[in-house]
Structure formats: C-alpha cells, structure tokens
C-alpha cells in the first residue's frame, strides 16, 4: 500500500523569506506526483505534478517541486513567499488500484503555510 | 465553463435524517470523484465514478451511496445522518488518462449532523 507523509502540518514565515513544504512517499513502483494547493473556503487546485523526465518541476504562482526517487521525496519550495500563498498544502500519489486499471490518488494530510507580514 | 459545481453549499441535518449531495461537470469527463476532508487528515476517497455507469468504493465508503446519473452528474447520498460523518466534501473530475490526469475540485460542501 501506498503512503504519503506530509513532515509538517504548518509552517509559518515571514513574507519574502524562502519555504520548503516537505512530502515523502512510499511506493515500490513508479509513481506520479502531484501538489496540490487549497485556499482559504475553497476546493483543491492543482500547483504542479511530476509525470516523468526532468525532475525538476514548476508549477504556479513560482512554486518548484524536485522529485527525489532515492529518497523517495518530493519537497515543494519557493524562494520568495507573499501573504497570497497562505494556504493548506497538499501532496498526493496516484497509483494503479490493486488489480485493476484505475487510478487513485492518494493525498498527505497537509501543510498549512501562514505568510507573516 | 463552470467547472465543477456542488449544491448545496452548507448543510445542516440532524441524526438520522438523509440527504443527497449533487455534483455536475461540464467539462466531459470521463471520471468523478467523492471525497471527505476532516481537519489533520487529508482528503480521503469516499467513492468515485471511472466512467459513465459505473461506481467503486474508496476508503471510507460506508455510510455513504452514490449515483452516476449520467455522464456530468455524480450524486452522494447519506441514508442516515450520523454526527461522524459532519465535514467538508469535495466532489472532483478528470479525464483519465494512465494515471497522469489532473482532478479538478468542485468548491465543496459543508455538513454539520447535530
């Protein structure tokens, strides 16, 4: 069974200052990655996903991810956070369902980042 | 395009009383979803639609029924209201396609059962 841990469940920083959001997976087959970011009394909205290739992914609003397959990681980061992106967090894998051809994606149980003026 | 859509928006039942949740799409996807989210444990996959006609159970589906009632449409139907089930949930769709396919979220729907 697959796994998701998401290390921190807030982060607060200051506003300009750099974050890493940090999500680990567990799974002994190819994965695709995703984060996915949720505002204040809103649905989920996709920020980036690792298919395949670089692994080294952008993604909205000047979020990076970089897909570690050793450490089987995929921390999210940006170099420079505005009070907007106070939001909750989420990584989630998408996997094949045992037996089947369908997919499920399974998320962590999220980071909430608070931007500080 | 609205995207996805839910109604209604808030919800306030009593034990025991039943209620339907509705959810449609009008972007032609093949593939709907179900989700509760309660605070400090994620989304978790209540039950979802892979195509028109058919419905699988996710990881927390009793309780819970639903109805594929045609392609944009994918109903939550709650029998009988029991306060563990008071949360937020998602209603989601996407364009299967290997497991690579974005879900796109609908902006959900508060229940609290009193």
């Known amino acids: 069974a697959q796994s998701v841990t998401q290390l921190d469940s807030q982060v607060p920083v200051f506003e300009e200052a750099p974050v890493e959001l940090r999500c680990n997976y567990s799974?002994?087959?190819?994965?695709?990655l995703f984060w996915y970011v949720q505002y204040p009394n809103q649905g989920l909205q996709l920020l980036l996903k690792?298919?395949?290739?670089?692994?080294l992914v952008k993604g909205i609003n000047g979020f990076e991810a970089e897909f570690n397959k050793s450490q089987t990681s995929f921390h999210l980061r940006k170099p420079s956070v505005h009070i907007s992106d106070t939001a909750e967090y989420f990584c989630a894998v998408n996997l094949r369902d045992s037996g089947g051809s369908n997919y499920k994606l399974t998320f962590g149980k999220g980071t909430l980042l608070t931007v500080n003026p | 395009n609205a995207g996805v859509t839910q109604t209604p928006k808030f919800q306030v039942l009593k034990t025991g009383q039943s209620m339907t949740l509705q959810c449609a799409q009008d972007m032609n996807h093949n593939s709907m979803y179900w989700y509760r989210q309660d605070p400090g444990m994620g989304l978790r996959l209540i039950y979802y639609?892979?195509?028109?006609?058919?419905?699988d159970k996710g990881e927390v589906p009793n309780g819970y029924n639903v109805s594929r009632l045609n392609k944009r449409e994918f109903s939550l139907r709650l029998e009988s209201a029991a306060p563990s089930q008071t949360s937020v949930y998602f209603c989601?769709?996407?364009?299967?396609?290997?497991?690579?396919?974005?879900?796109?979220f609908g902006p959900g729907t508060r229940l609290t059962v009193l």
């Open positions: 989601a769709s996407s364009d299967p396609s290997g497991g690579t396919d974005t879900q796109y």
């Open positions: 639609s892979a195509s028109e006609g058919t419905t």
């Open positions: 690792y298919l395949s290739g670089s692994t």
């Open positions: 799974s002994s087959v190819s994965v695709y």
